[in-house]
């Protein structure tokens, strides 16, 4: 059994079970399922009807689809205010609009909701409709209870209530219930959920009953009354069962295993039920409840402790309700265990955890723990210093809970003294009206009779009729599905095929003018016919135009289908928003608007897809460009929290209107005082798209004439890995890493540090600030390669380029030039300037790793050629001018002094004149091999020049190539070729 008594872990199930209830909010019935066939059959209804018909069939469409199916809602309710408008129809245009409320409040997209029911109340109160207003107060109160401001809520859902045109008040009762037991004020809690408990009954919406009856439990266990709770309880599991929702089975089951009075066999059927659901359901937040709980009984059906373990490293990190459970399991194994060190790390991160929540009761839990741990390792004072405390809350949670229940007593006294009163009287009245209602009834009842009588045979004859009319129809909407769904078939893979063919002739066109571009001749055409380079220039951009706009219909068509998915890589996600930022600067620049980045200035490590996050900050900053006028400004603000990351991107531009806020995510929606910019209304569409498809959500704000402002929420994945931050001379590991070293330059420190998140688990980095910085430490640290941007202070990246191709010291190593700059002249300047590589941002992260490894495995060819090679003078395959100018000055000092026996890295270096040590880098860098090695290696490949060509014996060849020891040389001599000298000999000669 558990080491607490269960109930004071039950309040984190109730809040969770609270929550789970705002499925409900909204005063229309909830439909578990769509039923299918009333949705074809209304759909194939459409065809043909009439305007006003049609607006009808999407109303009845409407209420099959909400609320489960929120996509295929909410495109029905743009049809329906759509054609309410057309037809001038103000209270379905409300109607419509109140649905679009719902939606929203499902989506949790709570600001849109005020801007909607505001709008609708400006228009109901005018008009006089009152059914409208009392949905929009309904809208209103489920946003503010979603937020957590409970007086709001409670205020507007009074408004609604007390409406005239409120029908079903039984939702709005339990609404009401649920903000007073948030608010501890029970016996006007109990009192709303008994009414809306009756009725829900009254109206069979069994799904409200469940919820209210799950509420109620909550609300007894609250006051420790847990037979009523499970009763309760049961009954909410019962009715989640009827009606197939196996979510809402799970939280019951919850809460009935964690009721401290319910009989163990009944908890363990309750923990082992809930486990098996949670698996099907994959559930993982609920699976580590009743993973914990069957873990503290040490049940079979889980492995323990390791599930617990592998639960907590899930949800360490973002630490919520089922985090309770988690780290109570933990403490309850370690005891168990006798682990009695471990069981208090693991309490008091509890305890602080429960100090940070506010959380009396999880305090209280994680003492008591503490308390159980200092009593059984006889640790007397800090058992002293924890239960003053501990005794203290718990009298002041038990003169609560004491306060609450008697509270609920005397209100259920009171209401039954009236109930008494009230059917006394009831009776009296009854008796002095029986006597009239039974003459009343018995002439009403000989009256009926006749009329039966008299039509029974007309029922008969049309009930065959209706029957035989329904089978036929039934037969013919049958047909007419299969044909529907072929040509929805028929025309989504007609979409994709033809999107897809587009690809091919503008692959075409953009290789040719690419081909055209690269060509030498080209240079003199600019120069000699400005126009027609233009007009190539244009061809070029509206090609890339088309190719993205095909692009972005091909991802629509692929999330239709459900085929397009989330590609995660680990990095820096501030840089790498930093660096697509980049790519804006000339746009930016030619429009003279200012562009700001605030905020979140620390890496961000975490996983994303970086082409989806490259389609969101490119469609929304060109979008933000576009409609801001010459001369004003954009700011892009970036902030972090432990779970989300936040990208608010603000304009002061032309503004969207407040009627079409709502619409501007719709696929091919343009807004109308914008139909004349470029656009196809499919970019903020896909834009949404791709931010659910990674869990996180968009929304906009915007006031005519004013700006807009857009704010993009993502989850953070927290990566295993942990990002190490370099400053500007930073180097990771130079001395002891024998991985590739690369070099960094790059003034934008944002930048820079997404590059280096790139890189740094496969490469050894460095990192300049600015393109001098950048020589310098290239000469000092010679490093395997060099990445380099552009535009920098100091100088610039054709500079550092030039500076380091034409040094002997540094001339071998390869450059990738990085940059924003995509004309061909630029690309034709950096090649001049002997950059190896060219990649222009934003840029795809595994293209440059591989471009990187290309240009490195590049390399260890050329070196690994140059140790094969048995030639005297050679220098290493693809060497440039600098290289072998450098190789032959060094083969001529060995030559000239071979046997000096002063030779070798200092007298070498020396006479070339730089450091022994730049000496060893250059050469390990060109031949994979140090100084001395390459010395005795050339000495060697002297020696067997002369053995093969002259007849001087060993010992006269060892001393003519600077050998002073016979036995070295040979023994040199063997290594490296696999054979003596006198073997070779005899060789030649034989």
Same mark, same amino acid.
């Given at each position: ?231 309760? *309880? ?58 914990? /709980? ?79 741990? *200092? ?24 003169? &609560? ?15 039954? %003294? ?91 066109? %953009? ?7 690269? $060509? ?30 095909? &692009? ?151 006031? /005519? ?51 280096? &998140?790139?890189? $740094? ?215 490296? *070729?696999?054979?003596?000298?006198? &073997? ?7």
């Amino acid at each position: 059994m558990s080491l607490l008594p269960r109930i004071v872990r039950l309040h984190i199930v109730f809040c969770f079970s609270i929550f789970h209830c705002f499925s409900s909010l909204d005063i229309r019935a909830q439909t578990n399922e769509v039923d299918i066939p009333q949705a074809d059959s209304l759909t194939h209804l459409l065809a043909g009807a009439s305007e006003a018909r049609e607006l009808e069939l999407y109303r009845e469409l409407f209420e099959v689809y909400f609320p489960n199916h929120l996509q295929q809602a909410y495109t029905i309710d743009k049809n329906i205010i759509a054609l309410s408008r057309k037809l001038q129809i103000d209270s379905t245009y409300l109607e419509g609009l109140n649905n679009l409320g719902a939606i929203y409040n499902h989506r949790g997209q709570f600001d849109s909701v005020l801007i909607v029911s505001q709008h609708i109340l400006d228009i109901a109160k005018s008009k006089g409709d009152q059914k409208s207003v009392a949905n929009a107060y309904c809208n209103i109160a489920s946003a503010h209870e979603r937020t957590g401001s409970l007086d709001s809520a409670l205020y507007y859902n009074n408004l609604a209530y007390n409406s005239e045109g409120l029908k079903r008040k039984y939702s709005l009762d339990n609404n009401i219930g649920r903000i007073y037991f948030r608010q501890n004020k029970y016996p006007l809690a109990v009192d709303h959920f008994k009414r809306s408990i009756a009725g829900a009954t009254e109206a069979g919406d069994l799904n409200t009953e469940a919820i209210v009856s799950n509420n109620i439990g909550n609300l007894f266990a609250g006051i420790q009354n847990y037979s009523l709770a499970e009763h309760y *309880y049961s009954r909410s599991l019962a009715l989640k069962n009827e009606l197939g929702d196996q979510k809402g089975q799970l939280y019951a089951l919850v809460n009935l295993a964690n009721l401290p009075d319910v009989d163990s066999l009944n908890r363990m059927q309750y923990l082992e039920s809930g486990f098996e659901l949670a698996k099907l359901e994959q559930d993982e937040r609920i699976l580590a409840i009743f993973t914990s /709980l069957l873990c503290e009984e040490n049940h079979p059906l889980t492995n323990c402790p390791s599930d617990v373990l592998t639960a907590y490293d899930k949800f360490k990190d973002q630490p919520s309700f089922e985090f309770t459970f988690i780290i109570h399991a933990m403490i309850t194994n370690f005891l168990r265990d006798s682990a009695y060190e471990a069981a208090e790390v693991k309490a008091n991160e509890y305890l602080q955890f429960s100090t940070q929540q506010q959380s009396l009761e999880d305090q209280q839990s994680a003492r008591n723990m503490l308390l159980r741990i *200092y009593e059984q390792t006889g640790n007397a004072e800090k058992y002293m210093t924890v239960s003053r405390v501990y005794y203290a809350v718990k009298d002041s949670i038990s003169q &609560s809970v004491n306060l609450n229940a008697f509270a609920y007593m005397q209100s259920e006294i009171d209401n039954e %003294k009236n109930e008494r009163i009230n059917s006394l009287n009831a009776s009296l009245e009854a008796q002095k009206k029986s006597r009239n209602r039974i003459i009343i009834l018995s002439l009403a009842i000989a009256v009926l009779l006749a009329a039966l009588l008299f039509n029974r045979s007309r029922l008969v004859r049309f009930q065959r009729q209706t029957i035989t009319k329904e089978k036929e129809a039934g037969r013919y909407l049958e047909t007419m599905n299969v044909v529907l769904k072929e040509q929805q078939e028929f025309k989504k893979r007609f979409y994709s095929n033809v999107t897809h063919e587009f690809k091919t002739p503008l692959t075409v066109i %953009k290789g040719s003018i690419q081909q055209i571009q690269n $060509e030498k001749r080209f240079l003199e055409v600019r120069q000699s016919d400005p126009d027609l380079a233009k007009r190539l220039d244009s061809i070029e951009r509206n090609s890339n135009n088309l190719m993205e706009l095909v &692009s972005r219909f091909l991802e629509l068509s692929k999330l239709d289908e459900h085929a397009l998915k989330v590609d995660l890589v680990e990095g820096d996600l501030t840089g790498y928003i930093y660096y697509l930022t980049e790519s804006f600067e000339s746009l930016l620049k030619d429009k003279q608007i200012a562009f700001e980045i605030q905020g979140q200035t620390l890496p961000i490590d975490t996983s994303f897809d970086p082409e989806k996050i490259r389609h969101i900050v490119s469609n929304l900053l060109s979008n933000a460009i576009k409609h801001t006028p010459i001369g004003r400004r954009i700011e892009l603000k970036l902030s972090a929290t432990e779970a989300h990351y936040q990208m608010v991107l603000s304009d002061n531009g032309e503004g969207i209107p407040n009627d079409e806020l709502p619409f501007i995510f719709d696929r091919y929606y343009r807004v109308k005082n914008q139909e004349s910019t470029e656009g196809t209304g499919i970019g903020l569409a896909l834009t949404k798209e791709l931010v659910e498809l990674m869990g996180g959500s968009i929304q906009a704000h915007s006031t /005519l004439g004013e700006g807009s402002t857009f704010t993009v929420s993502l989850p953070i994945q927290k990566s295993s890995n942990t990002l190490v931050e370099s400053n500007a001379h930073a180097t990771s590991g130079l001395e002891d890493d024998k991985r590739p070293l690369i070099l960094v330059v790059e003034d934008n420190q944002e930048v820079s540090k997404f590059i280096v &998140s790139c890189i $740094e688990y496969d490469y050894r980095f460095a990192v300049a600030s600015n393109g001098e910085e950048g020589v310098i430490m290239a000469l000092e640290l010679l490093p395997d390669l060099i990445i380099t941007d552009i535009s920098m202070p100091l100088k610039d990246g054709f500079q550092v380029c030039e500076e380091i191709k034409e040094n002997e010291l540094s001339s071998h190593i390869p450059i990738i030039m990085l940059t924003a700059k995509a004309s061909y002249e630029a690309k034709l300047q950096g090649l001049e300037k002997g950059a190896d590589d060219y990649l222009e941002k934003p840029f795809d992260v595994r293209e440059m790793l591989l471009r990187i490894q290309n240009l490195i495995d590049i390399r260890e060819s050329i070196r690994a050629h140059f140790q094969t090679s048995d030639t005297l003078h050679i220098a290493p395959r693809g060497s440039g001018l600098i290289d072998r100018t450098f190789f032959t000055k060094v083969y001529q000092i060995i030559d000239d002094n071979i046997q000096n026996s002063q030779l070798g890295v200092d007298f070498l270096a020396r006479e070339i004149g730089i450091s022994a040590a730049h000496l060893n880098r250059k050469l390990k860098a060109l031949t994979n091999l140090s100084t001395t090695k390459f010395i005795l290696n050339h000495k060697l490949k002297h020696a067997k020049n002369i053995l093969l060509n002259s007849d001087a014996n060993v010992s006269e060849v060892a001393d003519q190539s600077g050998f002073n020891s016979v036995a070295y040389f040979v023994k040199c001599f063997r290594e490296f *070729y696999g054979q003596t000298p006198g &073997s070779l000999i005899k060789d030649q000669e034989s």
